[in-house]
């Protein structure tokens, strides 16, 4: 069965702290493994897609790594407007195009 | 580019009556819509899945009766709930995916029913 776990659940940093946000996945057969943002209230926002171990994006503040296991959301030096809820999802190669959602970790980013 | 419109972004109904929301992709063709459900801190839930001039597939445990998908053309789906409850108040968020396979998502629309 397809599974997307993030971690952690919510994560507190101050102005400026680097740090990272965890997606692990299981899937049959990974079509692509996607990173959305999403602020209350609202749809969420897509980022990234990455599709195959070893692949990397970067968007301003923000860079998507992947592995065969799992894919690591790197903030640097984030601003208060970086707090949200991050969102990873997975998408198989069966006919349906579906995604699998983590639960999302949310961050906070304190001035 | 790859916008994803909803309306209304907020519904208050009566507890019986149905609702209709639109989703509309503005830039782009959608090969295939997809509607979820959010409930207050929880993450997306995949109700169905529509492909332009199909029928709809339904996830599991989600009724096909109540939750009415149409989705009449490459940039349009509805979603109407009828006869609707208060146990159907919720965050509902469609998306739509282009030939690449992404998915761009709508803003939303919450349901309220009294």
């Known amino acids: 069965e397809d599974q997307v776990t993030q971690s952690p659940e919510a994560l507190r940093l101050q102005e400026g702290e680097s740090s990272s946000l965890n997606c692990s996945y299981t899937?049959?057969?990974?079509?692509?493994l996607f990173w959305y943002r999403q602020d209350p209230g609202k749809g969420p926002e897509f980022l990234f897609t990455l599709y195959s171990a070893g692949e990397e994006k970067e968007k301003e503040r923000l860079k998507a790594t992947l592995t065969k296991k799992e894919s690591f959301l790197h903030i640097t030096a984030p601003k208060p407007e970086d707090s949200a809820t991050y969102l990873c999802?997975?998408?198989?190669?069966?006919?349906?195009?579906?995604?699998?959602f983590g639960t999302g970790t949310r961050l906070t980013v304190i001035p | 580019g790859a916008v994803v419109s909803q309306h209304p972004s907020w519904v208050i109904c009566k507890s019986g009556t149905s609702v209709k929301i639109e989703c509309r992709s503005l830039?782009?063709?959608?090969?295939?819509m997809f509607w979820y459900r959010q409930f207050p801190k929880q993450s997306l839930m995949l109700m169905a899945t529509s492909n332009e001039g199909s029928k709809a597939t339904y996830e599991q445990g989600v009724e096909k009766d109540k939750f009415l998908i149409n989705h009449a053309s490459l940039t349009l789906s509805t979603l109407t709930v009828t006869s609707a409850h208060p146990e159907d108040s919720s965050f509902y968020i469609c998306?739509?995916?282009?030939?690449?396979?992404?998915?761009?998502f709508g803003p939303g629309t919450r349901l309220t029913v009294t």
């Open positions: 999802a997975v998408s198989n190669w069966t006919g349906a195009n579906n995604l699998f």
């Open positions: 899937v049959s057969g990974l079509r692509g």
């Open positions: 830039d782009f063709q959608a090969t295939t």
């Open positions: 998306s739509a995916s282009d030939v690449y396979y992404e998915q761009y």
